[in-house]
């Protein structure tokens, strides 16, 4: 069984997880191979590899849009794992550093303090990732994906209605020390709104609003609801 440092450990099977944390949707062999300038058998390999060690999971779909006899057989594909703590050696435990930092700041002024430090990180990712505004909402909120995945987080826009986007994570940033501390769960809604910002031309962070759920599911994808404020705001089931 590979242990995920091993395979983060190595060139090859990084920069193969690296492509499918870029990608808004589950890899397949032939794109890794296309995308890598190798073999499809030496990219079978290397995703197998990442999926024994975790890190992505193996499913299955038809690619062609058919159903039914005549449709071919499903492609085998595979999709970032959702990603429960950071992939450290030795262990730095960051999670517990930072709840006592926040414990330690004045209880009134603490909720709005964190936020605060959410939006700065999130304008810090912005900066990093080369995020550009755009004109509408929806191209905004895809270049928040995009963006991420740059940095090797990955992202897609699962809906979007009027000035409302549900985008789903499994690698959200700070996923692992929301699972951890699930208090600090501002610091998380301050960098998306941070993000969804930088993205859209005509909103500032004060009229982006912001909701989560998943975050501490197992088995869960992150999926976060991105609203400019005034436009059609919907409400996200089952947040935390």
């Given at each position: 069984?590979?242990?995920r ?9 990084r ?33 197998e ?19 039914g ?27 517990v ?6 414990d ?23 900066v ?5 505004s755009?004109?509408?909402?929806e ?13 090797g ?10 000035e ?15 699972r ?8 998380d809604?301050?960098?998306w ?37 005034g436009?059609?705001d919907q ?6």
């Open positions: 069984m590979m242990h440092l091993d395979s983060v450990g190595d060139p090859e099977l920069a193969t997880l690296l492509f499918a944390r870029a990608r808004p949707s589950p890899v397949t062999a032939d794109e890794v191979a296309g995308a890598q300038g190798i073999h499809r058998n030496v990219a079978r390999a290397r995703l590899r990442l999926a024994e060690a975790g890190l992505l999971i193996r499913s299955f779909e038809r690619r062609t849009g058919r159903a006899p005549g449709a071919g057989r499903p492609a085998k594909t595979y999709r970032v794992a959702p990603e429960l703590a950071a992939i450290e050696f030795p262990a730095r435990r960051y999670e550093l930072i709840g006592l930092i926040a330690a700041l004045p209880a009134g002024a603490r909720r709005g303090r964190l936020h605060e430090v959410g939006i700065g990180f999130g304008r810090a990712l912005a990093e990732a080369r995020l550009r755009a004109k509408t909402f191209t905004g909120m895809r270049r928040v994906c995009a963006a991420l995945g740059r940095l987080y990955q992202a897609a826009v699962a809906d979007v209605t009027g409302t986007a549900v985008i789903t994570t499994p690698t959200c940033p700070l996923r692992p020390l929301v951890a501390q699930p208090r600090l769960a501002i610091l809604r301050g960098m709104e941070a993000l969804a910002a930088a993205a859209l031309s005509r909103a500032g962070v004060d009229q982006i609003t912001c909701n989560t759920s998943g975050c501490r599911g197992d088995h869960l994808d992150c999926r976060v609801l991105l609203s400019v404020r436009g059609r409400p996200l089931p089952n947040a935390s």
